[in-house]
């Protein structure tokens, strides 16, 4: 199955965007289905379904899948993977377009990694305020959600392309609400434990 033009803006914008949430799940599903032969990749992304680049996705993949369970643990595999999170959403999303032109290669990274960063930040800080809870099962079940987000988001931008462009908007829209209620919050704490002059 080839992809139009709609699709493959959806894809870009899916891609971006569940980078910021599970960067190996993106890569080893998007490159497992092309593998599989169920779509066949545009040519930027077809490197994913090579065995090595598959193996390797997978293996990270199960050891995201891991890290995101255990609480603390996942805070800081967060933080390391801001390192990579935004930029990949960025090269993901330019290969999914692959267009010749610069300027649409250019945007295409711009998009991804806009949208990469939005989720990887609402995820970070969410995840971070769900580590003060004593339970660990708001930690477990964020984290399920998370994966269960990744393959609908690229089904739907597989199957229903102006589907998924309505969905990347509003988790968009709803991650920088999230990010913002926090950060008042977080201001609001820091307010309060700062020494008050005499």
């Avoid at 990694?113 to 970070?124: E, P, R, Y």
Wanted: charged share 10%; aromatic share 6%.
């Amino acid at each position: 199955m080839n992809l139009d033009t709609t699709q493959l803006v959806a894809l870009a914008a899916a891609l971006g965007w569940a980078s910021g949430l599970r960067l190996y799940a993106v890569l080893f599903i998007t490159g497992a289905i092309g593998f599989l032969g169920w779509v066949e990749l545009p040519p930027g992304l077809q490197i994913l379904q090579q065995p090595l680049v598959l193996g390797a996705s997978g293996l990270m993949s199960a050891v995201e899948f891991l890290a995101d369970k255990i609480p603390a643990v996942d805070t800081v595999w967060d933080g390391v993977q801001t390192l990579l999170r935004i930029p990949a959403g960025a090269a993901l999303a330019a290969a999914a377009i692959g267009a010749d032109s610069a300027t649409w290669t250019l945007l295409a990274a711009l998009l991804g990694g806009g949208l990469a960063a939005s989720a990887h930040a609402a995820k970070a800080s969410v995840r971070a305020a769900a580590n003060t809870s004593p339970e660990p099962f708001s930690n477990v079940a964020l984290s399920l959600a998370g994966d269960a987000a990744v393959p609908a988001l690229l089904w739907l931008a597989w199957q229903h392309p102006v589907a998924a462009i309505a969905a990347v908007a509003l988790a968009t829209v709803a991650c920088l609400v999230v990010v913002a209620v926090l950060w008042r919050v977080l201001k609001g704490l820091l307010a309060r434990w700062r020494p008050r002059p005499s």
